[in-house]
Structure formats: C-alpha cells, structure tokens
C-alpha cells in the first residue's frame, strides 16, 4: 500500500459547541469513527476563546501549539502554561481542564488515543529523518511549518498537510521547516 496523503486543504473545519473555536479533523481509526469511538484521532484546532476543554473519558491527550502567544492551562487543578510552539503537552483527556488563552486565538495539534487500547507519541522534528513503522504500528507525520517532502513517494507537504504511514509504508522526508512525527501503537495484547 503507499502511504496515504492527507492534505490540509480537504479538511472540512467544524465549530464548537460552546463557540470557542473550530476542530479540523487530519485522520481518525477507524476510519469514520466519530468523539465516542475512535482509538486515535488526530486534528487541528483553531482557538478563538477562553474556556473549558471538553472531556474525553478514558482518552490520553498530546497538545502542540502551532500558531499564537499559547494558553494557560489548568488540568485537575495543576496549571500548565503552553506558551512555546512546537512543544507537545500530553495530559489526561478525562480530566477537567480549562483554557484561558494569553493574548490572542491560537492554533494548536492534538492527538487522542484511548488509554486501555493504545500509546502515542509525538517528536518534533527539524531536519531530515526516515520514518519505518514497526509491527502493529502507524505514523501520522503532519507539516507545522514550512514544507516536507516524502522522498521515496515524490511528495511535496506543505503547511498542515499530513501523511499517514503504516507497516511496512517506511520513507524518508526531507524537512524544510518543522515536521511533528507521531508513533501510534496498540498497547500490547491489544
């Protein structure tokens, strides 16, 4: 199979409940699955307001910012400031956080794995790299600035653009800019 592209300008944004923002989903397994059902989701999110995050039980969360002066927040009462870009942020999905932004809308990258079924990671990457999938796995590598290209398909990623490798989808990129890999692994028994 080759790896599958997944390019920015295909998503479909979708506002809030509570008006706070709009979620642009990049990919999801399985494939279709919606909030209550998926094992990993992955998504851009434009942030515009101050306010409480919604809760994802049983979901482990990695936040990213991309774009903006960042977000103050607080996780079961612990403050966390999310200021510097391109500096993931992992947090308990279920547990209750608010948001308050510092000084003006933001974008950020999110990940979201069920915590019984699976495992992410997120590494930033700024220089050339290979990605090699190992049994069981998956890669989603999604371009946060500047462009990428995936050498062995002959694929130019720009901005927000993604690709999704899987076992045996191994390739290299060369990286003009800043490139968030993210391993995603079914936990063992699983």
Same mark, same amino acid.
């Given at each position: 199979?080759? =790896?599958q592209? !997944?390019?920015?300008e295909d998503r479909t944004p979708a506002p809030w409940k509570n008006?706070?923002?709009?979620?642009?989903?990049?990919?999801?397994? =399985?494939?279709?699955?919606? $909030?209550? %059902?998926?094992l990993w989701r992955?998504?851009?999110? &434009?942030?515009? /307001? %101050?306010?409480?995050?919604? #809760?994802?039980? /049983?979901?482990?969360?990695?936040?990213?910012?991309? &774009? /903006? =002066?960042?977000?103050?927040? $607080? @996780?079961?009462?612990?403050?966390?400031k999310v200021d510097a870009p391109y500096e993931p942020?992992?947090? =308990?999905? +279920?547990?209750?956080?608010?948001?308050?932004? !510092? /000084?003006?809308?933001? @974008? +950020?990258?999110?990940?979201?794995?069920?915590r019984a079924e699976m495992t992410a990671r997120v590494r930033v990457v700024r220089s050339d790299t290979s990605v090699r999938p190992a049994a069981g796995t998956g890669v989603l590598a999604i371009v946060l600035d500047g462009s990428a290209v995936l050498r062995h398909a002959s694929v130019r990623l720009g901005r927000l653009d993604a690709v999704l490798l899987r076992e045996g989808e191994g390739d290299s990129f060369g990286v003009d800019g800043v !490139? #968030?890999?993210?391993d995603l692994a079914a936990r063992p028994g699983r």
């Open positions: 199979m080759a =790896p592209i !997944l390019r920015a008006g706070g923002g709009v979620t642009s989903e990049v990919a999801v397994h =399985p494939q279709g699955a919606g $909030t209550e %059902d998926f992955v998504s851009v999110a &434009d942030v515009a /307001g %101050d306010g409480p995050f919604s #809760a994802f039980a /049983g979901v482990d969360r990695i936040i990213t910012l991309v &774009d /903006g =002066p960042g977000m103050a927040l $607080t @996780v079961a009462g612990a403050a966390h942020f992992a947090f =308990p999905g +279920d547990a209750v956080t608010e948001c308050r932004l !510092l /000084g003006g809308p933001i @974008v +950020d990258f999110n990940v979201m794995v069920r !490139l #968030a890999v993210v």
